[in-house]
């Protein structure tokens, strides 16, 4: 997928959230959740985030594969977890509900995650092109299902 739609999915599980518990800082929270959702693609130098950090993506790209570790249930739980624990228990909340909506919707793609790289295999391999039509149709649908959650949040 591309760094929008992760960013737009992210979002709508992040606002889900939101509906149904009370955060104090609701901007920040939402700010974890789009770290999370862009952070499993450092183990891609060319990517969105990867970019802004060349030198380490690449690295990681070279000696851990993308779509690899960074993509996998251990890193869904160890990064968070980290934050969880040392920092704040809201905020490790988001940042896993950032990553693992990242980590879900490339299971989605052809080509697919390992959720338990690189010890064990375990894939999920979906149908949809990266860049495709259809994932341009699932960036829109979702969008408009932000806006509806962000309207809710605000106005009820």
């Given at each position: 997928m591309k760094f929008k739609t992760h960013l737009?999915?992210?979002?709508?599980?992040?606002?889900?959230?939101?509906?149904?518990a009370e955060v104090q800082n609701k901007f920040l929270f939402i700010?974890?959740?789009m770290l999370g959702s862009g952070l499993p693609d450092i183990d891609n130098a060319s990517s969105k985030l990867g970019s802004k950090i060349w030198p380490l993506s690449k690295l990681i790209e070279i000696f851990l594969g993308h779509r690899g570790i960074f993509h996998s249930i251990w890193l869904i739980i160890l990064i968070p977890g980290i934050v969880y624990l040392y920092l704040s228990k809201i905020y490790g909340i988001a940042l896993f509900i950032g990553y693992f909506s990242h980590v879900l919707m490339d299971g989605f793609t052809k080509k697919g995650v390992n959720f338990l790289n690189p010890f064990l295999q375990l894939r999920l391999n979906g149908f949809i092109e990266?860049?495709?039509?259809?994932?341009?149709?699932?960036?829109?649908?979702?969008?408009?299902?932000?806006?509806?959650?962000?309207?809710?949040?605000?106005?009820?």
């Open positions: 737009t999915f992210g979002l709508f599980i992040g606002l889900l959230y939101l509906t149904y700010l974890f959740v990266t860049g495709s039509f259809l994932e341009a149709v699932i960036l829109v649908a979702v969008a408009v299902l932000d806006t509806a959650l962000i309207v809710k949040l605000i106005f009820f």
